[in-house]
């Protein structure tokens, strides 16, 4: 059973970095048919697409946060992580780590870590 | 970019059928998947690639695709159905939510 779970810091101050890891259980990260993703929800607001890797380590952002988003991945540990910079209060949101079944021109999310809360205040 | 529509809300009585709307631009050419989440917990995958349920989701829940609409539908509403549906979609490269629908089990 493949099983994820965030860690980071549960505040950040505005202006700066938000960190977070995924670190995956049960699974390889080095699955080829798999994709791996942050996702996000605001508080009382729904779900938003934030990028994925891959664990050649090509990425692919949301248009949205591609200036501030970095995820990469290390394949040594199962873990792959977030960077999104210049963070605002706006940013504070439960974050996900899930793993898309990525079929052709197709993706799916049929694993999820159980989120973490991630607030940006002074 | 590409955009999904879902209602804010959809009632249900009891024991009826829950029919969930997910609007695009002919997104009956893309496949949707759908995703039950219940008050603090992760998102669940209960359809995959149109109508396809995994493993451990009743056969209550349903999916159709076609025109501009897919659609979930559940049979047989049960309280433990109450919770906000997602669906989504891959569009050149990206994935792609829709904002969400909050079904209550009347």
């Known amino acids: 059973q493949v099983q994820l779970q965030e860690s980071g810091p549960g505040l950040v101050k505005p202006s700066e970095t938000l960190s977070l890891t995924c670190t995956v259980s049960?699974?390889?990260?080095?699955?080829?048919?798999?994709?791996w993703s942050w996702i996000r929800q605001p508080p009382g607001k729904g779900l938003e697409w934030i990028g994925y890797?891959?664990?050649?380590?090509?990425?692919n952002y949301n248009s949205s946060l591609k200036s501030r988003v970095t995820i990469s991945v290390d394949i040594s540990k199962n873990q792959f992580s977030l960077r999104l910079s210049s963070v605002s209060a706006a940013d504070t949101a439960v974050y996900y780590c899930?793993?898309?079944?990525?079929?052709?021109?197709?993706?799916?999310?049929?694993?999820w870590g159980q989120g973490t809360l991630v607030s940006v205040s002074s | 970019s590409y955009e999904l529509t879902q209602p804010l809300s959809v009632s249900v009585a009891l024991g009826q059928t829950a029919n969930i709307p997910c609007g695009g631009n002919?997104?009956?050419?893309?496949?949707v998947h759908w995703y039950q989440q219940k008050p603090g917990r992760a998102p669940v995958l209960v359809i995959f690639?149109?109508?396809n349920r995994p493993s451990g989701i009743p056969e209550r829940f349903s999916g159709s695709n076609s025109g501009n609409t897919a659609t979930l539908t559940i049979s047989r509403a049960q309280a433990m159905d109450e919770a906000d549906y997602y669906c989504?979609?891959?569009?050149?490269?990206?994935?792609?939510f829709g904002g969400g629908t909050k079904l209550t089990v009347l």
């Open positions: 899930a793993r898309a079944l990525f079929l052709g021109a197709d993706c799916s999310y049929d694993y």
């Open positions: 049960g699974g390889s990260l080095s699955s080829g048919s798999y994709q």
């Open positions: 890797i891959y664990y050649t380590g090509s990425t």
């Open positions: 002919n997104i009956g050419s893309k496949n």
């Open positions: 690639r149109d109508r």
């Open positions: 989504q979609v891959w569009d050149s490269t990206t994935v792609v």
